[in-house]
C-alpha cells in the first residue's frame, strides 16, 4: 500500500498570503487528522476528520481550517498568514479507532513564512 | 484536560548503556498511550502503545515503555543503545483527541 502523501513537500509564502496543504491519507483509511510541529512546542493538534466530518478541534485561530473530501483526501488552509505560522505541518492517517488504533504520519510540508 | 509532558529537551547516552525518556500524563479516565519517533526529515513513526494489561510494553527496535499508574508516567526504555537510535522521540496520550510531547532529542554517542 502506498503510504500518507503531503503535497507539497516544501512551500514559501509571505505574510498576508493564504495557503493550502494536502493529505492523501492511505487507501482504506477514512480518517485524517494534522498538526503543527514546531522546535519549541512539538506537535500541536488542529484537526481531525473522520468521513468528511470535523470530529475535532485544537486551539487554532480561524484562520486555520480544513476539510475532507469523499475519498477521504483532507486539505488544510491557512489564511492571512503570520510569520509565526513557519512549521511543519504533518498529516496523520488513522487506522481503526479506540484500543486499536493506529496513526500513520506523511513527511509533512514544510512551510515558511517570510 | 488531557496533557502529556516530556521534561528533558534532550538526553545524551553513550552507546551500549541503557537509556530512558521521560513521560508524564494527565487524562481523565484510562489512558491510551503511544511513544513515536521521528527521524529527520521524516514524518513519525509508531514505537509502541498502552492500552491495558502488562505495564511493560514492547515495540519496535527493541523499546519498551513501563506504564505507572501510581506516578502517572509511562516512560520509554532499551537496555543497550545502538547510535542509529538518536532521534526526536514523542510521547501521546489519547483522549477525545490524541495530544503529543514537545519532543525528547535523544543523542546516542559512539
Known amino acids: 500500500k502506498a503510504g500518507v502523501t503531503q503535497t507539497p513537500r516544501y512551500l514559501i509564502k509571505t505574510r498576508g498570503q493564504q495557503v493550502t496543504l494536502s493529505c492523501s491519507p492511505i487507501?482504506?483509511?477514512?480518517?485524517v487528522s494534522w498538526y503543527q510541529q514546531t522546535p519549541g512546542q512539538g506537535l500541536q493538534f488542529l484537526f481531525e476528520?473522520?468521513?468528511?466530518?470535523?470530529?475535532n478541534k485544537g486551539n487554532f485561530p480561524g484562520r486555520f481550517s480544513g476539510r475532507q473530501f469523499s475519498n477521504s483526501r483532507s486539505e488544510m488552509n491557512v489564511s492571512t498568514l503570520e510569520l509565526g505560522d513557519s512549521a511543519l505541518y504533518l498529516c496523520?492517517?488513522?487506522?481503526?479507532?479506540?484500543?486499536?488504533?493506529?496513526?500513520?504520519f506523511g513527511s509533512g510540508t514544510q512551510l515558511s513564512v517570510l | 484536560a488531557q496533557s502529556v509532558a516530556q521534561p528533558e529537551d534532550q538526553v545524551n547516552v553513550a552507546e551500549g548503556n541503557p537509556l530512558t525518556v521521560k513521560c508524564t500524563y494527565s487524562v481523565s479516565g484510562n489512558p491510551y498511550l503511544f511513544w513515536y519517533v521521528q527521524y529527520p526529515n521524516r514524518g513519525l513513526q509508531f514505537l509502541l502503545k498502552?492500552?491495558?494489561?502488562?505495564?511493560l510494553v514492547k515495540g519496535s527496535y527493541g523499546f519498551e515503555a513501563e506504564f505507572n499508574k501510581s506516578q502517572t508516567s509511562f516512560h520509554l526504555k532499551k537496555p543497550s543503545a545502538l547510535v542509529s537510535d538518536s532521534a526526536l522521540y514523542f510521547c501521546a496520550v489519547r483522549d477525545d483527541k490524541i495530544i503529543f510531547g514537545k519532543g525528547t532529542r535523544l543523542h546516542i554517542l559512539p
Open positions: 487507501s482504506g483509511h477514512r480518517s
Open positions: 476528520y473522520f468521513s468528511e466530518t470535523q470530529r
Open positions: 496523520a492517517s488513522i487506522l481503526g479507532q479506540g484500543p486499536g488504533e493506529k496513526l500513520f
Open positions: 498502552y492500552i491495558t494489561g502488562d505495564n
